[in-house]
């Protein structure tokens, strides 16, 4: 079994700052990207951020300049670091990995469960 566990939402105030996590865990042979996704009240979901296991990144044209996507490839942790965050950034943020369980399988879609922002004054 694999498990992504996001973590680190939370209530701030605008122009504040969240750093979010998330852990893949289990049997893991190898991981592709991993990124950031959000949906936000009567919205569909949309891309934040991905990072490849190479280290190349990719923002939405939203959060360019205020976000930061990293990851530790050793832990297979993704993080999201988040400043400047406006109200509209309210949304559950979830965790994506495209990973393979083992040498033969597919590289596959895991998501976290999810972890709310709220960002207001």
């Known amino acids: 079994q694999v498990q992504l566990v996001d973590s680190g939402g939370g209530l701030v105030q605008p122009g504040g700052s969240l750093r979010l996590s998330c852990a893949a865990s289990?049997?893991?042979?190898?991981?592709?990207?991993m990124g950031w996704y959000r949906q936000a009240p009567g919205k569909e979901r949309e891309l934040v951020a991905t990072i490849t296991n190479g280290g190349r990144t990719n923002y939405a044209d939203s959060v360019k300049d205020r976000f930061t996507i990293s990851r530790d490839n050793t832990k297979n942790t993704v993080y999201l670091q988040m400043n400047s965050l406006k109200p509209e950034d309210t949304a559950v943020y979830y965790c994506?990995?495209?990973?393979?369980?083992?040498?033969?399988?597919?590289?596959?879609?895991?998501w976290g469960q999810g972890t709310r922002v709220t960002v207001s004054s």
């Open positions: 994506n990995a495209v990973l393979k369980r083992t040498y033969s399988d597919y590289y596959r879609n895991y």
């Open positions: 289990g049997s893991i042979f190898s991981t592709n990207t």
